[in-house]
């Protein structure tokens, strides 16, 4: 059963005339993001990692995989940057199927979008959490019962029914 880590950037500044794609993280940011690394690195391993090409995804990802055992495989992809829902199911579906644990490091309303239409309610703390609010920094594990390249056609976003377990959903803040 392949498993999705949804974690959106950490907190990004708002720099007076730096464009939306370079914008870096803030203070707040650059501890929140090895706050995820911990997380993960308490978990199963990641297989690959997929990032948005945005200045506070990468910086993001480079914070939390100086956290882990070791980094994982990783590439870039545009389209994650603006995406939406089907977007992001087109990219997760370009995943070998041999990866069993994906990290995807993106941004909202994307991450928050996809999250809420994979997982059924199940009236968990960490759902009902992650429903009300997708912050900066929070990380969805989900268990999906389909290979990857099958998730779009399983999902039929936008009029699918959920498909996907929560395994849980954490705010990731540093200290």
Known sequence: MPTLLLLRHAKSSWPPGVPDPLRPLNERGRRDAP???RILAERSPIDLALVSPAARTGQTYDLVAEQLPARPPTRS???IYEAGVGDL???IAETDDSVGRLLLVGHNSAI???AWHLCAPDGSAGYEEMVR?????GLAEIDL???WHELPAAVA???????????????CRGT
């Not at 609010?133 to 920094?137: L, Q, S, V």
């Not at 976003?157 to 705010?171: E, N």
């Open 35 to 37: 706050a995820a690394g």
């Open 77 to 79: 992809d545009e389209r």
């Open 89 to 91: 199911l087109e990219v």
């Open 112 to 114: 928050e979008m996809l």
């Open 133 to 137: 609010k997708y912050p900066t920094a």
């Open 145 to 147: 019962p389909v290979p």
């Open 157 to 171: 976003w936008p009029s699918g029914a959920p498909i996907g377990r929560l395994v849980s959903f954490v705010v």
